[in-house]
């Protein structure tokens, strides 16, 4: 069966320092994977997606994330924080034999402290 | 281009009641698909529609429905509403039948309150 795990429940850093949300997943095949962002009261935006081709993946809003089998983990990473990424953040991976049905870690939610 | 549209935005039922939500998908996307968002439970999938057809289904119990009309636009259902229905109702549209490369583009949800 495949699965995502967020790591953290909560992450705080400070304005203008590196942001990292860990993810570790298990596929028993190549998977999909997506990092998705929900402010307060909003819905799902994709930040990005890797479907087995570079590993490292950029997205929007300065983010990416690198594809690590050896360590089963899809790590996000953004160099300096801006109070804007306060939200919370799923890992998401795939299901390859069920169309594309979505599974989502439990989230991970940044806070950007000034 | 407007983006996925989810109706109301907010609702409060009562138990025992039941509850139509909507969801019209980004132009020129024919497949729509339901999550259900809890505290608790995290994000979990409901089902997906492609061309009015239900092609996936979750582990929900049967009160929950749904069905996908020929404009792809998609309605569920819930009927005999319990108190742990209480969720943020979510819709996403992709271009195609979903895949393990399908961008899913979701809505801003609808708020489900059972009193």
């Known amino acids: 069966a495949q699965s995502v795990t967020q790591l953290d429940s909560h992450v705080s850093v400070s304005e203008g320092t590196p942001v990292l949300l860990r993810c570790n997943y298990s596929s028993s095949y190549s998977p999909s994977l997506f990092w998705y962002v929900q402010h307060p009261n909003k819905g799902l935006q994709l930040l990005l997606k890797y479907t087995s081709a570079a590993t490292l993946v950029k997205g929007i809003n300065g983010f990416e994330a690198e594809f690590k089998k050896s360590e089963t983990s899809f790590h996000l990473t953004k160099p300096s924080a801006h109070m804007s990424d306060a939200a919370e953040y799923f890992c998401?991976?795939?299901?390859?034999?069920?169309?594309?049905?979505?599974?989502f870690g439990q989230g991970t939610e940044l806070s950007v402290k000034p | 281009k407007a983006g996925v549209t989810q109706t109301p935005r907010y609702l409060i039922k009562t138990r025992g009641q039941q509850v139509t939500l909507s969801c019209s998908p980004i132009s020129g996307h024919r497949s729509v698909s339901w999550y259900q968002q809890t505290p608790g439970q995290g994000l979990q999938f409901l089902f997906e529609y492609f061309s009015e057809t239900q092609r996936n289904k979750g582990n929900f119990p049967g009160r929950f429905s749904g069905r996908q009309f020929s404009n792809s636009r998609s309605e569920m259902n819930v009927s005999t509403l319990e108190l742990g229905d209480s969720a943020l109702y979510l819709c996403?549209?992709?271009?195609?039948?979903?895949?393990?490369?399908?961008?899913?583009?979701f809505g801003q949800g609808t708020r489900l309150t059972v009193v």
């Open positions: 998401v991976v795939s299901v390859w034999n069920q169309g594309g049905k979505l599974i």
């Open positions: 996403a549209s992709s271009l195609g039948p979903s895949s393990v490369n399908t961008e899913a583009f």
